[in-house]
């Protein structure tokens, strides 16, 4: 059984920068790769980042690239993603994500682990 626990959301203006960090228990949590989703109201779940059990590949989305970062740390059990230059289509809540594989995937179908998401708002 393992058990993520996103943070961080919250209302921020356009241009703004959060962080948002996943925090995992349960299993050893550095043989997972990891992901960040991002669902908004009426549209489907979509892939944002990704990262290897070893943090030495990392995934981005074309649509935040440049704006977002995505990092892990195995010895506190915590995945992060930075993001900046925050835009209104940004608005969604956020999703950490575990596959107990070692190849990157942005299909969320392909996640066995979720958390409950935390709340990203950017106004413009």
């Known amino acids: 059984q393992v058990q993520l626990v996103e943070s961080g959301g919250s209302l921020v203006q356009a241009g703004g920068s959060l962080r948002l960090s996943c925090a995992v228990s349960?299993?050893?949590?550095?043989?997972?790769?990891m992901g960040w989703f991002r669902q908004a109201p009426g549209k489907e779940r979509e892939f944002v980042a990704a990262i290897s059990w070893s943090g030495g590949s990392k995934y981005l989305a074309d649509s935040v690239k440049g704006r977002f970062t995505i990092s892990r740390d195995n010895a506190k059990n915590t995945m992060y993603q930075h993001m900046n230059s925050l835009k209104p289509e940004d608005t969604a809540a956020y999703y950490c994500?575990?596959?107990?594989?070692?190849?990157?995937?942005?299909?969320?179908?392909?996640?066995?682990?979720w958390g409950q998401g935390t709340q990203v708002t950017v106004s413009s």
């Open positions: 994500a575990a596959r107990p594989q070692y190849s990157v995937s942005r299909n969320y179908r392909e996640y066995d682990y």
């Open positions: 349960g299993r050893t949590f550095s043989s997972y790769f």
